[in-house]
C-alpha cells in the first residue's frame, strides 16, 4: 500500500470529532507503511477548516468551490476520485456517518476499489492488518483482510476509535479542481434539525428512556440531564413507536448504534434488540426498578429504584459534579 | 415505470450462533427473516406502484434457495415478481460482490428505480445502495423518509444526513435506499398471501452475472468481550444511590 488520504468531515466551520479519530488511524497506518498522510477537505468556504488540521497529516488538500457547497455525495466522490489520482492514493479512510458513507462507497465504485465498511478498530500484524468490524448487531466481532496489494476505501464507525495528538507541521495545498456537476441530482433546501446540538453517534453522555418514562411530557428531565451533561437524549423503540420521541433518537438495532462514555439508560427494560446498539459504550448505567430487567446484564452500574425519583436527584448531583470540573 | 426493490433474508437475531472450532466460520439455528428495512423498501415501491399507472415491481434477492421466502413476503406485499440470484450458501458476502451481482442484474432486466434498504443487519455494512448507483453510474440517494416521483422521469427524495433534512430533485434512473419511518408497512391481505404461494419464483445462478471475486476476506470470528459484572448499588436511600452512583463514575470509571 502506498499513501493515505482522509476525507475529512466538517460543520459549523470545524472540523467534526469523528475525522479527527479517523486521522489517528491514519496517522498509524502512515508509520505502519512509511507513507505520506493526506487530508482532503472538500466544500465552500473552508479554508479556515484545513488551517485546523496543520498538525494531523502531512498534507492537507483544500478543494473550495462554490459548486460544492450543497452537500451532493456524486460531486464529492468525483473530487475525491481525482485527489486519489493525482497524488496516487491507494488507501482512502472516513467516518460511517450520513455523509461520509455514501460518498465513500461512491468513490469506491467509481475507482473500483475493494471497501471496508463500519469497522471498529484494527490490529497491525506482522505484514498483515487485520480490520474489526461487529456482524448480528454486535453478537459476533470479525477480523477482515484485504487482498494483497488491493487499494481500499474504509469507514469507521464513530468514536470507535482513539484520537491521538496531533504532531504533523503539515502542508497546505489548495487544489483546483473543474467539478463537472452531476446535472441529475440537485439539492433543492436543507434543514437542520438539531440546532448546534452534537450528533447522537458523537455524543459523549446519552440519557435514554425507555416505556418506564410513562408518557412523552416526562422526557422533559431527561433532556435537561443532557443539556447540563452537553448530551443527547436517546430513546428506546417502543417510545418511538408510540410517537413519544423522532425515529433519529432511536438507539438499538433497528436504530442507531452510539458508543457514548456514559449511557444511562431509564425505564429500559434492555432487550436484546436495544443492547445492541449500546453494548460499544464505556460506561452504561441503568436504573430500573424491576431487579430483573435484561438490562443489568450489560450495565456496569445498576439502580434498582423508581426513576422518577432517582432522575430529580441525578440531575442536580450532575449538576454539581459539572460545577465542580 | 419499472421499480426493483432489493430484499435479503437474514439471521434472525434470535437465532443461536456459535463459532466453529477453527473460528472460522460460524455454526448457526437456521431461523432466518426479512431483513427489518427492506420491508420499508417493499411497500415504498407498491406505494409508487398504487399512485401512478402502469408500474411493476421487481423484488430480487441474492441468496440461497431459502431466500424464496423473503420474496414471497415481497409478492404478498404487493410486489408483481420475483426473482432469486441464487448463491450456495448463507454466508456473509464481500460488499462490493453483493453490489456488483445486484448491478449486472438489474442492468439486464431494466429499470427507472431501484429501492433498498438503508441497512442489512447481518454485515451491517449500509453501502450496497450507494454502491449499486456508482456502478451503474446513476444517481444515488440514502436514509430516504419521503420520496415522491413528479412528471418526466424525476423523483424528489427528503433524506436524514446526520440531523439535517436534505431534500433532492433527482432524475430517474436512481437509487434510493429508505429508512424506518417513510412508510408503516403493510401487514399481507389473505389474497396476497394466496397468490405468493402459488407463484412460481425464477431462480438464476450466480455465476451467469459475472460475478467478481472477492476482494476482501474474513480471517476469523470471535465473540465480543464480555462487559463485567454490574455493580447494583445500594443504599438506605434514593439520595444515598444517587451519590454513590456519581462517586463510582467518578473515582471509579474515571468518565465524569
Ligand atoms: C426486529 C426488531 C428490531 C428492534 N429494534 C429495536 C431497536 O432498534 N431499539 C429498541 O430499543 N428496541 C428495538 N426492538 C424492540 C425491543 O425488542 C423491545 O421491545 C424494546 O426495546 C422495549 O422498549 P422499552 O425497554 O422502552 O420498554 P419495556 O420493555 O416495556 O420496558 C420498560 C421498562 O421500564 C421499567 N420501569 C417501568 N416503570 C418504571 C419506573 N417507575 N422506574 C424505573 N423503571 C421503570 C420496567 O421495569 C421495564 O423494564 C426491536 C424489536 C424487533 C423485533
Ligand atoms: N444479498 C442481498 N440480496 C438482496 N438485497 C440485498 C442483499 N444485500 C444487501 N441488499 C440490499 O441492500 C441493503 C443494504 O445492505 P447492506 O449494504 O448489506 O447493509 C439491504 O437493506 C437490501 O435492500
Known amino acids: ?325 | 415505470m419499472k421499480i426493483l426493490t432489493f430484499v435479503k433474508q437474514i439471521l434472525d437475531s434470535e437465532a443461536k450462533i456459535s463459532l466453529k472450532e477453527d473460528k472460522r466460520s460460524l455454526n448457526f439455528e437456521e431461523r432466518f427473516s426479512l431483513n427489518f428495512f427492506d420491508e420499508f423498501a417493499i411497500e415504498e415501491a407498491v406505494r409508487i406502484k398504487e399512485k401512478i399507472s402502469n408500474c411493476e415491481v421487481v423484488a430480487i434477492s441474492l441468496g440461497s434457495k431459502k431466500a424464496q421466502e423473503v420474496l414471497r413476503t415481497a409478492i404478498a406485499m404487493g410486489a408483481d415478481k420475483a426473482v432469486l440470484i441464487e448463491t450456495e450458501r448463507y454466508e456473509i458476502l464481500d460488499p462490493s460482490y453483493t453490489a456488483k451481482v445486484l448491478s449486472a442484474f438489474a442492468q439486464r432486466e431494466g429499470f427507472h428505480m431501484i429501492i433498498c434498504g438503508e441497512r442489512a443487519m447481518d454485515d451491517e455494512n449500509g453501502v450496497t445502495g450507494a454502491l449499486v448507483g456508482g456502478y451503474l453510474k446513476i444517481p444515488y440517494v440514502g436514509s430516504v423518509v419521503r420520496l415522491e416521483i413528479e412528471g418526466e422521469g424525476k423523483a424528489v427524495a427528503e433524506s436524514e444526513i446526520n440531523g439535517s433534512f436534505c431534500l433532492y430533485e433527482v432524475t430517474l434512473p436512481a437509487v434510493f435506499s429508505v429508512r424506518k419511518g417513510i412508510n408503516e408497512p403493510r401487514v399481507p391481505s389473505v389474497t396476497g398471501v394466496m397468490k405468493a404461494m402459488k407463484m412460481k419464483i425464477p431462480v438464476l445462478e450466480v455465476s451467469s452475472l459475472s460475478p467478481p471475486t472477492s476482494k476482501t476476506q474474513i480471517e476469523s470470528y470471535d465473540f465480543p468481550e464480555k462487559r463485567p459484572q454490574v455493580k447494583i448499588i445500594e443504599g438506605a436511600t434514593p439520595e444515598e444511590k444517587v451519590k454513590k452512583l456519581i462517586t463510582l463514575l467518578r473515582e471509579e470509571a474515571k468518565v465524569i
Open chain 1, 1 to 325: 500500500m502506498g499513501d493515505i488520504l482522509v476525507f475529512v468531515e466538517h460543520k459549523d466551520e470545524s472540523v467534526r470529532k469523528v475525522s479527527y479519530e479517523v486521522l489517528s488511524a491514519g496517522k498509524e497506518l502512515k508509520n505502519f507503511y512509511s507513507s505520506r498522510l493526506y487530508a482532503a477537505v472538500i466544500g465552500c468556504g473552508v479554508e479556515r477548516i484545513s488551517s485546523e488540521l496543520k498538525k494531523h497529516a502531512d498534507f492537507i488538500l483544500t478543494v473550495d468551490e462554490e459548486e460544492l457547497r450543497d452537500f451532493v455525495s456524486e460531486n464529492y466522490a468525483y473530487v475525491l476520485s481525482q485527489l486519489v489520482q493525482k497524488y496516487k492514493i491507494s488507501v482512502v479512510l472516513g467516518s460511517h456517518t450520513g455523509y461520509g458513507k455514501p460518498v465513500l462507497c461512491t468513490l469506491a465504485a467509481l475507482l473500483d476499489w475493494a471497501i471496508l465498511a463500519d469497522l471498529t478498530g484494527f490490529e497491525i500484524l506482522g505484514e498483515k492488518i487485520l480490520f474489526k468490524k461487529p456482524f448480528f448487531g454486535g453478537r459476533i466481532v470479525s477480523h477482515l483482510s484485504i487482498s494483497g496489494d488491493t487499494n481500499a476505501v474504509l469507514t469507521f464507525r464513530p468514536k470507535s476509535l482513539k484520537t491521538g495528538e496531533g504532531d504533523f507541521s503539515g502542508e497546505i495545498v489548495r487544489e483546483r479542481i473543474e467539478i463537472k456537476k452531476d446535472e441529475r441530482i440537485r439539492l433543492l433546501k436543507s434543514e437542520r434539525k438539531e440546532g448546534k446540538k452534537v450528533d447522537i453517534q458523537e455524543a459523549d453522555f446519552i440519557i435514554c428512556g425507555g416505556r418506564g418514562m410513562k408518557s412523552p411530557e416526562n422526557f422533559r428531565i431527561l433532556e435537561e440531564i443532557a443539556e447540563i451533561m452537553g448530551g443527547r437524549v436517546g430513546a428506546s423503540r417502543s417510545v418511538v413507536d408510540a410517537k413519544w420521541r423522532d425515529y433519529d433518537e432511536q438507539i438499538g438495532k433497528s436504530g442507531k448504534t452510539v458508543s457514548p462514555t456514559i449511557y444511562i439508560g431509564c425505564g429500559v427494560s434492555g432487550a436484546i434488540h436495544h443492547t445492541m446498539g449500546i453494548d460499544t459504550s464505556k460506561t452504561i448505567v441503568a436504573i430500573n426498578i424491576d431487579p430483573n430487567a435484561p438490562i443489568f446484564s450489560i450495565a456496569d452500574y445498576g439502580i434498582v429504584d423508581d426513576l422518577f425519583t432517582i432522575l430529580p436527584l441525578l440531575k442536580e448531583e450532575l449538576k454539581k459534579a459539572k460545577e465542580q470540573t
